[in-house]
Each structure stands twice: as structure tokens, then as C-alpha cells.
């Protein structure tokens, strides 16, 4: 058992036969600090799935468009409302990626200022790390202007690429520039810098894979990082609930 599952609550009652002591044992359980961290991270996979989630849904949408079968009607110039559609959707799942992205964010540093204040260490690595694996990754800052320019200006206008060689077909998204870098207060400078070198556009599923992947990492190492921490505390919390359960099953 790894995850800060409730142990079994046994029957209360004057005509129980679960003596009083395994009361008493399954509340110590739940109060115990290797039940808190067990439950600390199962909170670090909650905020990592909602991200990675919502990225699959939409990189789920370009894996579909591969297919010939389901793409080509969708290109047919005379239904111009299928393209719309497709791009309506793209547009859709992109803000719930970034409206993820920045709930992960604020989430995860509340999290850490809460649980870890008689921890520093564990805070300082936790903010060392954050810097190091995001503030110079231009993925990671592109997509945070962008959710601002999506809460304060507009969703992004999406355009849908095609690739056609003699052995191959793709199809992907794309942000056209141009639109972006007319809103003048969304943009750092670093990020004005880069838009303005994107010849054909924002390879935005590119860009929420690869800053998906970071993440992904990023969570990792922290919940190992928690994990260790409380490593002692954990094992004692396996070893008492191991015990509880065995008598708790010969109490029935």
C-alpha cells in the first residue's frame, strides 16, 4: 500500500467484538504524519494529471487528423463549416490546457508554502528547481503570456498545416504571428524577441508537448522529493497499517 488510502473502519457498537484498542489504532492511523504524507502525494499526482490530461486531449485531436479517413472531409472546400468546427475545437482545448497549465502553477505554490513552512530546505529546492527547469525555457514563458493574452485579450486565432510529400502526410496547429504581436502588453521581451523570428507561425502543439514533457519531469522529481522526506515516516505508517489490517481481519 503506497497511497493514503483510509484504512478499514472496524464496527462500533456494544455488541462488537472489535476490542477498543483497534479503534484507537485505526484513528492513530489516520492521524498519523506518514498518512499525511502519503495523502501530501497523492496531491502532487491530482495536479499533474489535470495538466497532462487536458495536454492529451488535444494533442489526442492532431493524432486523429493523421488519419486520411477523417481529415480530408475536413479540408473539403466545399464544407467550409468542418475546417471552422476543427478550429473552434483546437482553440477549445488549448485554453484548457493553458487555464491547467496555470492552475498547476498556483496550486502547486500554495501547496508548498502550506505543507513545507517548517521545511525550508524542501522549499528551497523546490524554488531552485522551478527556476532552473522553467524560467529560461521559452515554451514555458511563451505559453504563461499566453495565458494572460487569453484572459485579457482574445483566444488565439488557430490555423490548421498541412504537409504533403510523395511518402507522407501531416497535419498539425499553428498560431499565425502576426495577430499575437499586435498586443502589445501581453508579451515579454524575450518572447516579442522569439515570436518575431517565427517565420510560419507558433508550432503550438510542438511547444505544449515539449512543455508538457518539463512538467511531467518536473512533478516527478518532486513527488520523489517529497517521497524521500518523509521516507521514515511512511515506512513506519506501512509497517503499523500492515499490522492493523492483519488484526483487524482476524476480527473480522
Known amino acids: 500500500m503506497t497511497e493514503a488510502t483510509e484504512p478499514h473502519v472496524p464496527a462500533q457498537g456494544t455488541n462488537s467484538s472489535v476490542p477498543p484498542t483497534l479503534w484507537q489504532r485505526h484513528q492513530d492511523l489516520l492521524a498519523s504524519p506518514g498518512y499525511r504524507a502519503l495523502a501530501l502525494l497523492d496531491r502532487i499526482k491530482r495536479m499533474s494529471y489535470v495538466l497532462q490530461r487536458n495536454v492529451s486531449q488535444y494533442t489526442d485531436l492532431v493524432v486523429q487528423l493523421q488519419d486520411p479517413s ?63 527547469v522553467f524560467h529560461n525555457d521559452p515554451n514555458a514563458t511563451f505559453l504563461k503570456d499566453l495565458r494572460n493574452y487569453i484572459t485579457h485579450q482574445q483566444l488565439p486565432v488557430a490555423q490548421s498545416r498541412q504537409d504533403w510529400s510523395p511518402t507522407s502526410f501531416s497535419v498539425t496547429f499553428q498560431l499565425p504571428t502576426a495577430p499575437l504581436l499586435q498586443s502589445s502588453k501581453s508579451w515579454s521581451n524575450g518572447v516579442r524577441e522569439w515570436l518575431g523570428q517565427l517565420e ?12 508538457a514533457r518539463l512538467a511531467d519531469q518536473f512533478d516527478k522529481w518532486f513527488h520523489e522529493r517529497v517521497r524521500h522526506e518523509y521516507a521514515d515516516e511512511i515506512e513506519i505508517h506501512l509497517r503499523d497499517r500492515a499490522a492493523y489490517d492483519s488484526a483487524h481481519m482476524f476480527w473480522g
Request: hydrophobic fraction near 40%; aromatic fraction near 6%.
Open 200 to 211: 510560419d507561425g507558433v508550432p503550438i502543439v510542438e511547444v505544449v508537448r515539449d512543455y
Open 70 to 132: 477523417a481529415i480530408l472531409p475536413i479540408l473539403d472546400v466545399r464544407s467550409p463549416d468542418a475546417h471552422d468546427d476543427l478550429l473552434s475545437e483546437a482553440e477549445r482545448l488549448l485554453h484548457n490546457v493553458l487555464t491547467a497549465m496555470s492552475t498547476r502553477v498556483d496550486q502547486q505554490r500554495v501547496f508548498i508554502k502550506k505543507h513545507f513552512e517548517d521545511r525550508p530546505q524542501v522549499q528551497a529546492e523546490y524554488v531552485k528547481r522551478v527556476a532552473e
